[in-house]
């Protein structure tokens, strides 16, 4: 990132990571590679999750990470984020929730409510899925969500990480650079 960046110019990135091949490997990867873009803030633990892709997958491994950055939502999800999977080997199927590297997505940018492709911003899993809020609780938990007025703390406790299958990964710690 460029010296010449002036402070309110840069961007406050929420990211959700998820890997389920060579977990161990790659999130700390896509730590280290999402800091080329900016400064990584802070990580989430690393939480184990069942797989959403079906039997016969290995669990998931997901954080959440806050970049400060000066890209825009559209450079990060456009040249950003597909820079990083590509150099990790993230390979697109047809099927979505297919076993990735890595898998990089925007859940919250700053204060704002955008449309990216096809993706909102803020994303609906925040709202919807455990292994998304509950990480980005533990980075942010005073955050509060543009379009529901509830902090992220609010709208995780609404889950029980054990009924999802969710435990939290003690041996593996995620640190920015």
Not at 50 to 70: F, H, K, R
Not at 139 to 168: N, Q
């Amino acid at each position: 990132m460029s010296a010449e960046v002036r402070e309110d110019q840069l961007h406050q990135a929420y990211l959700s990571l998820g890997s389920n091949i060579e977990p161990e490997k790659y999130l700390p990867a896509a730590v280290r590679e999402l800091g080329r873009f900016g400064r990584v803030l802070r990580v989430s633990r690393v939480w184990q999750s069942l797989p959403v892709g079906g039997p016969g997958q290995p669990d998931y491994l997901n954080a959440a990470l806050l970049l400060e950055t000066a890209l825009s939502a559209s450079d990060l999800k456009g040249k950003a984020i597909p820079t990083v999977e590509a150099k990790l080997g993230r390979i697109r199927s047809a099927n979505r929730n297919d076993p990735r590297t890595i898998d990089i997505d925007i859940m919250l940018f700053d204060r704002e409510q955008l449309l990216l492709g096809e993706r909102s911003i803020p994303d609906r899993e925040v709202l919807e899925r455990p292994f998304v809020a509950i990480p980005l609780a533990e980075i942010s938990p005073g955050y509060i969500h543009p379009v529901t007025g509830e902090s992220l703390a609010e709208i995780a406790s609404r889950f029980d990480p054990k009924s999802w299958g969710m435990r939290i990964r003690t041996d593996m710690i995620l640190k920015p650079d």
